[in-house]
């Protein structure tokens, strides 16, 4: 049996989790200036919780507030806020809703999840790494790749800022 199966049928994991926001990080990366330059940045404000019923069942959901969004240039910041990417006056939320988790063997596990931003909706399917901290935590650590037309985020200024955003996460959770 597999350590994420082993730990998700344990007694202790059943219940509900609640995110450590000091100790998680939300990231991405976009290429830039026709993919010879990253951008990089991460969002500041973010809060979530998840549920463990059993080894199958799974559910979990994560709140991004678009206005965090910060890559160390304040002016960049304040146009990726406008509504030519995230509009952030009118869709001030970007979710991820976890439906359900299988092991994927070893310390890893593919979560079906949701991503909605700027109110439209699209499957994120993702494959995380699980970390069982030595406070009773658990890191959740996970890399995918989005294109960021598919959620209407299209600022482009001469074609310069590239299709597919890259997201990092290393979120921790608590059971509560």
């Known amino acids: 049996m597999s350590a994420v199966t082993t730990f998700l049928s344990s007694p202790e994991a059943v219940g509900v989790w609640s995110l450590d ?9 976009n290429g830039t ?4 330059l ?16 059993d080894a199958k069942t799974v559910s979990g959901r994560i709140d991004i507030k678009a206005a ?8 960049r910041d304040h146009d990726l806020r406008r509504s030519n990417f995230f509009d952030t006056d009118h869709y001030p939320d970007i979710t991820i809703v ?11 596990a593919r979560l079906n999840a949701d991503l909605t931003v ?7 399917p993702l494959k995380v790494d699980i970390t069982p901290l030595g406070d009773g935590g658990v890191r959740l650590t996970t890399e995918t790749t989005v294109t960021r037309k598919q959620f209407a985020v299209e600022g ?21």
């Open 98 to 108: 976890v439906k359900s988790g299988e092991p994927a063997g070893g310390d890893a």
């Open 118 to 124: 700027k109110g439209i909706t699209g499957p994120l």
């Open 68 to 75: 965090s969004i910060d890559t160390g240039l304040g002016t």
């Open 156 to 176: 482009n200024f001469l074609g310069m800022v590239g299709n597919k955003t890259k997201l990092k996460a290393s979120v921790v959770f608590r059971k509560v």
């Open 21 to 29: 926001t000091e100790q998680s990080s939300i990231r991405f990366e």
């Open 38 to 53: 990253k951008v990089r940045g991460a969002f500041t404000d973010f809060s979530g919780s998840g549920e463990i019923k």
């Open 33 to 36: 200036m026709w993919g010879a």
